[in-house]
């Protein structure tokens, strides 16, 4: 077990770089690759979270924690305001995001693009001003504007989002609504398809490396990796980023198609960004849902869906055995930049 200070240690004297952030009970803490020290970030129940309850598996994976790109901005929701952190001064503040539970970061890190039931709006970080992007008359009033998976393409030239969910039928648990791309210089709109919604699944929206708007589901049928709004519980395959270089693709499943609503073993596969091609496979014990890389590609880091439980990592080459990196903590990401207080200010800030 590594070991673990009581209280917030300073930033001047990091752990070795790239830093892992995860959550314990409802506080921020960090590690590294190795696991090696466990450094508690923040005091006083910063996350607005329930652990060991169904609150808790609510709010952390419909509204978790999200760091922006360039790893100095963490938000999150906490009793109805979108809190933001600035990791290199450690000062929190409510951001002027009534009702921001979906959301995405830009990739330059400057903006925060999210919905609401009012329609898709505009943070901007240097400004600490929001900014009413797409307003409803653009949209469909009699279907509802009810904006939902923001995603930002990787370029950072669209956004995508889906809106205007109407009810499949009276009986059915699910809805169905519109996907629409914005031009961010332009402000053009034009919707490129539909997706579904269900009430016990998460089925966000992506962008693929050929530049499409799919939804999850139809994106793990094809059995390929893309850029997505959020992770979620789900009864299809998660999509997890590319590996850091663009080659290769890595993704959960249950392990067997007997199991599909995911309750037992979990399989781990890593595939070719050009091909398709499976490169190797791993069946993992536990229903492991969560997966991102390491920032030079070396490794993935695994965790389920519980808040107490341990995160693992695992060669991404396949070789060697699953690796314990914290024994009970909930993962969060991989902070690359974050080593040392930041002391360039041109990126602005509140």
């Known amino acids: ?38 450094e508690q970030l923040t005091e006083g129940e910063l996350l607005d979270w329930q652990p060991g309850t169904d609150d808790w598996w609510v709010t ?12 100095r901005w963490l938000t999150f929701f906490r009793e109805r305001i979108r809190v933001l952190v600035d990791v290199t001064a450690r000062a929190a503040i409510g951001m002027p995001m009534p009702h921001a539970l979906i959301g995405d970061w830009s990739p330059d890190s400057r903006y925060f693009a999210y919905g609401t039931d009012e329609g898709l709006y505009l943070y901007d970080v240097q400004k600490n001003r929001t900014n009413r992007w797409v307003d409803p008359p653009m949209l469909d009033r009699e279907a509802g504007v009810n ?33 629409w791309k914005l031009e961010v210089a332009t402000g053009q709109m034009e919707t490129v398809g539909e997706i579904k919604a269900y009430v016990a699944m998460d089925n966000p929206l992506c962008w693929t490396a050929e530049g499409q708007l799919v939804a999850a589901e139809e994106l793990a049928e094809r ?19 590319a590996s850091p270089d663009g080659t290769k693709y890595a993704y959960l499943g249950p392990s067997s198609p007997d199991d599909p609503f995911w309750t037992g073993p979990s399989l781990l596969t890593v595939s070719e960004a050009a091909t398709g091609e499976v490169l190797w496979q791993r069946e993992i014990s536990g229903t492991i849902r969560y997966i991102t890389w390491s920032p030079d590609g070396q490794y993935l880091l695994l965790d389920d869906d519980l808040d ?43």
């Open 147 to 179: 904006v939902r998976e923001v995603v930002w393409s990787p370029d950072g030239r669209f956004i995508g989002f889906a809106c205007c969910f109407t009810p499949l039928s009276e009986e059915a648990a699910a809805s169905v609504g519109q996907v």
């Open 60 to 71: 952390a994976l419909s509204t978790p924690v999200q760091i922006s790109p360039d790893g």
């Open 308 to 350: 107490r439980s341990p995160i693992w990592r695992i060669y991404s080459d396949g070789t060697g055995d699953l690796e314990l990196l914290i024994e009970d903590g909930f993962l969060l990401g991989v902070i690359p930049q974050w080593c040392e207080p930041s002391t360039d200010n041109s990126a602005g800030g509140p």
């Open 223 to 241: 059995g390929q990796g893309a850029r997505c709004s959020k992770w979620g519980l789900s009864a299809f395959p998660l999509i997890a980023p």
């Open 1 to 38: 077990m590594p070991t673990a200070t009581s209280t917030p240690v300073s930033w001047s004297t990091p752990p070795r770089c790239p830093v892992v952030l995860f959550a314990r009970e409802r506080d921020l803490w960090r590690t590294n690759l190795y696991g090696d020290v466990a």
